[in-house]
């Protein structure tokens, strides 16, 4: 670095070849700075670190493995996850299920068939809901998608009368809606329906 120096400034300012070993010292190691300074100064920058020779690889199927093997580790770095040969969670927990039973919900669950559940409070029928299934487990606990929920709204002024609404009467309210039944439509997304709140379930 010194001599490519002294043959620099012996070219372009002589009068500064004595302060050459205190320029060496204080930018060694720093290279490019001092191109930077020299270029800005003189205009053009010397030779001071030497060009990378690259050594041939004696065989060309070493140089060629050699790539392939650092090819490779990039690619395997940024691949996608493979996808999971098992089964996802719910049908996991289903699939327990495709014989007793149960083995109703499991059907309906494979065949993607509209479901509809009747729910209740506790001394008589609160509504029902018109869904596709996602899940259940043992329990009968529900996951339903895609839900039409219609409540039955209790009818304050006669909380004296006591009304017991049939099956038929809830499964066919589009018809009938006499009675004082007062009801509520609502849509969600996904819902969930705990086990000891059903009193029926059938496919639509």
């Known amino acids: 670095m010194e001599e490519c120096l ?35 100064k003189y205009g053009c920058t010397p030779t001071l670190m030497q060009p990378y020779e690259s050594v041939p690889y004696p065989n060309p199927k070493i140089f060629s493995r050699h790539v392939e093997r650092h090819h490779e ?30 083995s109703f919900l499991y059907s309906c669950l494979q065949k993607r068939r509209y479901v509809r559940v009747i729910l209740r409070r506790v001394d008589n029928i609160r509504g029902f809901c018109t869904a596709y299934l996602k899940a259940f487990d043992k329990h009968c606990n529900l ?6 929920e219609c409540v039955i709204h209790r009818n304050m002024k006669k909380r004296n009368i006591q009304y017991r609404y049939s099956i038929y009467k809830l499964t066919t309210y589009e018809h009938d809606k006499a009675g004082g039944m007062n009801i509520e439509s609502r849509y969600h997304e996904q819902l969930f329906v705990r086990g000891d709140n059903i009193v029926m379930i059938y496919a639509v």
């Open 143 to 148: 996951i339903l998608l895609d839900v039409k």
């Open 73 to 102: 580790a990039a690619i395997t770095f940024i691949q996608n996850r493979p996808p999971h040969a098992a089964p996802r969670l719910f049908n996991a927990i289903a699939g327990t299920f495709a014989q007793g039973p149960l």
């Open 6 to 40: 002294r043959l620099f400034y012996a070219k372009h300012n002589p009068g500064n070849l004595e302060n050459v070993a205190e320029i060496t010292r204080r930018f060694r190691g720093r290279e490019l700075e001092l191109c930077a300074k020299l270029r800005n």
